[in-house]
């Protein structure tokens, strides 16, 4: 079974600009959570989409959102792009069975680079 | 709010030796679950080893184990018989039962010595 995909692996932009990130969550997984991970902040929980609907957010400001697709797959976007956006973002996936938790799966990440 | 507090930044083990990774969180929460998170350097974060917060048994995988400590709200991570696969990053993270978000600490940043 293919793992989290996500794409690009590697993104450069300016400041002000908007970028869009993909997920590819485990075939028959349906949530799809989102991290910002930093050398200074670690992990950072960004928000969480089960069967496309929003179940959690983080605390990041509205230039942060997301969504999720009928087919799980999901994406970011962060618009007007500033230097602290710089950063690992992962995404992680996992089955959800309402058992109360379940081990997330991750991504290799997307690399974002803002200068 | 919940915090996940992980106070060594890096530590070393000697190859074959034991190494503990601590791990404090505080929560308000009766039911949660703790995680160990592993993250090679530029590979994927694997899941390590899990606890729920209602069983007083400490959980064991392999070489890896953890010391589940409630009343002091402590989750620390014993490797032993050290290798050196098991170089990463070990991120600790906290999820309260029900919410699907989960709280990760800063990280240890473990490196063995051959």
């Known amino acids: 079974k293919a793992g989290v995909t996500q794409t690009p692996r590697y993104l450069i932009k300016t400041r002000g600009q908007q970028v869009t990130l993909s997920c590819s969550p485990i075939s028959g997984h349906r949530s799809v959570s989102w991290y910002q991970q930093t050398p200074g902040q670690g992990l950072q929980f960004l928000f969480e989409y089960f069967s496309e609907t929003q179940r959690n957010k983080g605390n990041f400001p509205g230039r942060f959102s997301g969504r999720q697709f009928s087919n799980s797959r999901s994406e970011m976007n962060v618009s007007t792009l500033e230097l602290g956006d710089s950063a690992l973002y992962l995404c992680?996936?996992?089955?959800?069975?309402?058992?109360?938790?379940?081990?997330?799966?991750f991504g290799p990440g997307t690399r974002l680079t803002v200068t | 709010a919940q915090t996940v507090t992980q106070s060594q930044p890096e530590m070393s083990v000697q190859e074959a030796e034991t190494v503990t990774l601590s791990c404090t969180y505080d929560t308000s929460e009766s039911d949660y679950y703790l995680f160990w998170y592993k993250q090679p350097p530029s590979r994927q974060m694997i899941l390590v080893i899990r606890q729920e917060a209602y069983k007083q048994q400490n959980a064991t995988e392999n070489r890896f184990s953890v010391n589940f400590q409630k009343a002091a709200k402590s989750f620390s991570l014993k490797i032993s018989d050290s290798q050196l696969g098991d170089a990463a990053m070990y991120f600790c993270?906290?999820?309260?039962?029900?919410?699907?978000?989960?709280?990760f600490g800063t990280g240890t940043r473990l490196k063995v010595l051959a």
């Open positions: 992680a996936s996992s089955v959800t069975l309402g058992l109360g938790s379940d081990e997330q799966y």
């Open positions: 993270a906290y999820q309260t039962s029900g919410t699907y978000k989960y709280i």
